[in-house]
């Protein structure tokens, strides 16, 4: 059987080390990245590298390598892959799963602001504060080359350096999580953030800024998720998408 996994999170990873522990060699598994980061954690099994060429490249590749089932733990954010991989499994009748940890909630004392795009949160951002520490990942900087971010300052956490279109006035932050609230109550305090913009990524290891937030009374601007594509199934962690495996498995085999 060859499960191939769409990669890039810390559950897939994790994925790929309990069905690497539990199949005893029986399996044969396949981790497909982005080639985003330039020296990713690899998970065990085969590790394929770089995008398919679309819905149509996904598809012809999961019927040259005999793909028997496809689970797309892929960041809540990358709603491109995602997209594909429905039409992908479709097209070649390859069983998906939809591995995304579930989004965060606000809770008492939150001042969470939520809007659909890092482009509306540009536009906001002007009107909640002025020193911003934006984790939305270097992808997404463009948005705040925005000429209504003209008159803010930024710092920028990511794990690989951000290139240009970038805000003018910026300090970068080389780092990747998991974070802890005293490093990140102590980010706030140092740098005198005023305003903290997220993706809704959801997951422990970057929600300490959340509560650091919470903490100082300042105003998190939350960008929403894009939806999992209709109809597809969706586990929450690593187990329950073992144990959906497992099921498919003890029904008779994956296809
Ligand atoms: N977006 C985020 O905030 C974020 C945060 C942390 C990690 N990541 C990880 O970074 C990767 C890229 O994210 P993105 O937002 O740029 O994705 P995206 O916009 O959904 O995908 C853009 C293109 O990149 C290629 N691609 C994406 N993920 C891939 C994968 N796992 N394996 C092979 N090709 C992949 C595909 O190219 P083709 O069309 O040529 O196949 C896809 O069409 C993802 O794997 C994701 O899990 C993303």
Redesign the pocket.
Known sequence: MHVLI????TE?RQLAELLHSASDGGLKLT???????ASPRLPPGEV????????D??AAWLREHEVDVLID????????????AARAAAATHVPLLALRRPGWVPGAGDRWHEVGSLAEAAELLPTLGSRVFLT??R??LAAFAHPAADDLWFLVRS?DAPEPPHPPRMEVLLDRGPFTLDGERELLRRHRVDVVVT?D?GGAATAPKLTAAREAGLPVVVVRRPPVPEGVPVAADPTEALRWLQERLDQGGAA
Do not use: C, D, Y
């Open positions: 769409l990669g890039g999170t897939a981790s497909s990245l982005a080639g985003r980061v394929r590298v770089g995008g398919f060429g679309g819905a490249g996904m733990a892929t960041h809540p954010f990358a709603g491109t892959i995602s997209f594909h939305t990942g992808m997404g794990v993706k990524s």
